[in-house]
């Protein structure tokens, strides 16, 4: 079990917005930290009572920008269904072994509004300014 007294950073992939349509965040490089991440999805007032929401992370070698480039789904942390405004949350495990960057994308089947955050929880292959848990990514 990992101690949570180390030095872990939140990294977020997709900040709190409210969506309407897919949204894709963009890539972050992952270069710096550990191959396992546990990356983390909250909801907040979900629309309708059946839309859904595919959320998956992607990794990609090849960006030059987080944007451009070939994305390959590394993990579906799962599908989320509205209930009329109900605060969902979910969380799993991303392996971020062979990636140099990562983001997180969410297919929704509406377009009712939906407010919507995700990111991965990280720690740095080493300590130093420019990974350590209070600088933001």
């Not at 999805?41 to 929401?53: D, I, K, P, R």
């Not at 960057?101 to 407010?115: C, E, F, H, I």
């Amino acid at each position: 079990m990992k101690c949570l007294a180390e030095k872990y950073k939140f990294i977020p992939l997709i900040v709190p917005k409210s969506i309407t349509a897919t949204e894709t965040g963009v890539g972050v490089n992952v270069e710096a930290y550990q191959d396992d991440a546990l990356g983390v999805l909250m909801f907040g007032a979900v629309g309708g009572t059946t839309e859904t929401h595919d959320v998956v992370f992607q990794g990609s070698n090849d960006t030059t920008n987080g944007s451009d480039g070939t994305w390959t789904t590394i993990t579906t942390i799962g599908q989320v269904t509205g209930s009329n405004g109900d605060n969902k949350s979910a969380a799993g495990r991303v392996s971020l072994a062979g990636y140099k960057w990562v983001r997180a994308k969410d297919t929704m089947s509406s377009t009712t509004a939906t407010l919507i955050a995700a990111g991965i929880l990280v720690k740095p292959d080493a300590e130093g300014s420019s990974v350590n848990s209070t600088t933001p990514a």
